[in-house]
C-alpha cells in the first residue's frame, strides 16, 4: 500500500525538469496514458547494427583526419626548414601552433556542441580543418604556414566531439567495446600517414603530402549532410519527437522495432548514489537540489567544477595529462634510444645501413603497427572487468615494461620494452576516453572531455622539453624514473574515480546543491 500511494510523485518525478530516475532504476509503465521507454531502452532496442555503422564509419573518418594532421608534424619540418632556410626554433613553431592550436579548438568545440548541437560542432570543426589543412598546401610563406597551421590545430581540437557524438548513439551492453574500435581509427590514420609519408615525400615533397593527408577532413565535410543530431542531445533540450524520429529511422535501418509506448525526454538530475530508491528521492526536500540551466560556453565550463564534478573533473585531468605526456613521450623516445645516432656512448645502439630518412619513416610506421595488440587488449578487457580496472591494470603492465631502462639494454630489449609500454599505454588513453564521456553528464559531456583533452595537449606539448632533453644530455635513468613517475601517479588518480561506469547508463545533467 505504500508503494501505490507512492506512484503519483513517481510519475511527477518521470515528467519533472528538476528531478530524475537514478541510472539504477527501471522506466515506469504508467496505466493512463499507456507505457514508457527511455533513450537508453530504445537504444537496446535498436541494437547495434547498419545504422551506428554510419556513425562510426563518419566518426572515424574524423578520428584519421586528426591521427593523420598531428602525424604529419614529424615529416614536413625538415623539408620545409631546408627549402626557406629556417632556424630549429622556427622548425619546432610549425608543431608547436598546432597544439597551441588544439588547446583551443578542444574546449571551444566542447562549448559549442554542449550548447548549439552535436551536428553545429561537427560542421565547424570539418569546415576549419579541411579549409586550413588544404590552403597550408599552398602557403607562399613561413609565416603563412605558421597561422594556417594554427587554425588546422583548432579544428583538430574537435577530436573528442567526435567520440562525444558517436558514444552517445550505442547501446550500454557494447559500449565499451566499440569505443575501442573506435580507438583504432587514430591507428589507422597513423599508419596511413606514416605510408604516405614513406611514399610521397621523396618524391613530390612536403606540398603534395600536405594536400593528400587533408582528404579525410575534406571527405568529412562532404558527408556531413548524412550526419544525424545526437538523440540524447535532443532529448536533453526536451526535442523527443525529433529525436524519436532519429531513433525510428535507426530501427528501421538495423531491422529492429522500438519499444511501444512513449519515449522520456530526458531532462534529467543526476542524483547523488545516496538516493538509490523512489522513497530517499521522495523524502528529499525539491529545496535541497536545484537545476543550472547552462545556455553559455562560460557557463557550461564553470559546471565542471561544481560540487558534483568537481573531483572527477580534477582527477581526469591528471590521467589524460600522464597519459599524453607518457604516450608521446616514448614515441619520441624509441626514436632516441633506437636511432643509433646519440652521441652518447652508452646510448647508442647498432645501427644498420641505409639511409636516416627511410629509418624514420620505417620506425614510424612500425611503432604505430605496435597499438593494435594494446586496442585488442583494451578491448577484451574493457567490458569484462570495467573501465577502472582496466585502465589500473594497464597504467601497471606499462610501468613494469619500462623498469628494465633504468639501466642501459641491449637494442633487442630497449624495442622490447619501449614497445610493449607503449601497447598499454595506448590501452590506457583509449579506455580514458572511454571513460570520460561516460562519466560526464550529456549537458557538459562535449565540453568535460574538450577541457581533458587540452590538459592532455599541455603534456604532449611538455614531454619532449623535460624527457627527451633528459635522454639528449645521457640522463636516460633520469627520464626513465620522470615517465615511472608520471605512469604510478595516474594510476593512483584511476584508483580515486568516483564511479565505475560499466553496463551504467549515461546521466543527462547535473543538480547542484544550494548553498546553506
Not at 583551443?104 to 561537427?122: C, E, P, Q, V
Not at 581509427?185 to 603534395?208: D, K, Y
Not at 603497427?369 to 585488442?376: H, N, Q, S, T, V
Request: aromatic letters at 12%; charged letters at 15%; hydrophobic letters at 50%.
Amino acid at each position: 500500500m505504500l508503494l501505490v500511494s507512492r506512484i503519483p510523485y513517481a510519475l511527477r518525478l518521470c515528467f519533472s525538469t528538476s528531478w530524475t530516475r537514478p541510472h539504477h532504476l527501471s522506466s515506469f509503465k504508467m496505466t493512463d496514458q499507456g507505457s514508457t521507454y527511455t533513450l537508453d531502452e530504445a537504444l537496446l532496442a535498436i541494437g547495434f547494427g547498419k545504422y551506428q555503422g554510419w556513425i562510426i564509419a563518419y566518426a572515424g573518418l574524423g578520428s584519421i583526419a586528426e591521427a593523420m594532421e598531428v602525424m604529419i608534424l614529424s615529416f614536413i619540418g625538415p623539408s620545409v626548414r631546408s627549402e626557406w632556410n629556417l632556424s630549429s626554433t622556427q622548425e619546432s613553431l610549425i608543431t608547436t601552433v598546432v597544439f597551441a592550436g588544439m588547446l583551443i579548438g578542444a574546449y571551444s568545440w566542447g562549448a559549442i556542441s554542449d550548447n548549439f548541437g552535436r551536428r553545429k560542432g561537427l560542421l565547424s570543426i570539418a569546415i576549419v580543418t579541411s579549409g586550413a589543412s588544404l590552403l597550408s598546401a599552398f602557403s607562399p610563406n613561413y609565416i603563412s604556414l605558421v597561422i594556417l597551421r594554427c587554425i588546422g590545430g583548432i579544428g583538430l581540437g574537435g577530436g573528442p566531439t567526435y567520440n562525444s557524438w558517436f558514444l552517445e548513439f550505442v547501446p550500454i551492453p557494447s559500449r565499451g567495446r566499440w569505443m575501442v574500435i573506435f580507438a583504432t581509427f587514430w591507428t589507422i590514420g597513423t599508419i596511413v600517414e606514416a605510408s604516405l609519408a614513406w611514399i610521397v615525400m621523396p618524391r613530390f615533397g612536403w606540398r603534395w603530402l600536405l594536400a593528400i593527408s587533408s582528404l579525410p577532413a575534406i571527405a568529412a565535410l562532404i558527408f556531413y549532410n548524412l550526419v544525424p543530431e545526437s538523440p540524447r542531445y535532443l532529448c536533453l533540450k526536451g526535442q523527443t519527437t525529433t529525436a524519436y524520429n532519429i531513433l525510428k529511422r535507426a530501427a528501421a535501418v538495423n531491422k529492429k522495432q522500438l519499444p511501444s509506448g512513449i519515449l522520456l525526454s530526458d531532462q534529467i538530475a543526476c542524483f547523488d548514489e545516496d538516493f538509490d530508491t523512489l522513497e530517499d528521492a521522495h523524502l528529499l526536500s525539491p529545496k535541497t537540489n536545484k537545476m543550472v540551466d547552462f545556455k553559455t560556453g562560460f557557463s557550461t565550463l564553470w559546471m565542471l567544477f561544481s560540487s558534483s564534478l568537481i573531483k572527477t573533473t580534477f582527477l581526469l585531468w591528471v590521467v589524460f595529462f600522464g597519459n599524453a605526456f607518457s604516450y608521446y613521450g616514448i614515441i619520441l623516445l624509441t626514436s632516441e634510444l633506437t636511432s643509433g645516432q646519440s652521441h652518447c656512448a652508452s646510448l647508442t645502439l647498432s645501427s644498420v645501413n641505409g639511409s636516416s630518412e627511410d629509418f624514420m619513416y620505417r620506425d614510424v610506421f612500425i611503432t604505430s603497427l605496435a597499438e593494435l595488440p594494446g586496442l585488442l587488449f583494451a578491448a577484451f578487457t574493457v567490458d569484462r572487468i570495467g573501465r577502472k580496472h582496466s585502465m589500473e591494470l594497464m597504467f601497471f603492465i606499462g610501468f613494469i615494461f619500462l623498469l628494465p631502462l633504468l639501466s642501459h639494454q641491449s637494442e633487442i630489449l630497449t624495442t622490447a620494452s619501449l614497445f610493449g609500454s607503449r601497447m598499454f599505454i595506448i590501452g590506457t588513453f583509449t579506455i580514458a576516453n572511454i571513460y570520460a564521456p561516460e562519466i560526464y553528464p550529456t549537458a557538459v559531456r562535449a565540453t568535460g572531455v574538450g577541457v581533458a583533452s587540452s590538459v592532455g595537449r599541455v603534456g604532449g606539448m611538455i614531454c619532449p622539453l623535460v624527457a627527451v632533453y633528459l635522454v639528449a644530455g645521457c640522463h636516460q635513468t633520469a627520464a626513465i624514473v620522470l615517465f615511472e613517475v608520471v605512469i604510478i601517479l595516474s594510476g593512483v588518480c584511476v584508483v580515486f574515480f568516483p564511479h565505475e561506469t560499466m553496463a551504467r547508463e549515461l546521466v543527462d545533467t547535473v543538480s547542484v546543491p544550494d548553498s546553506p
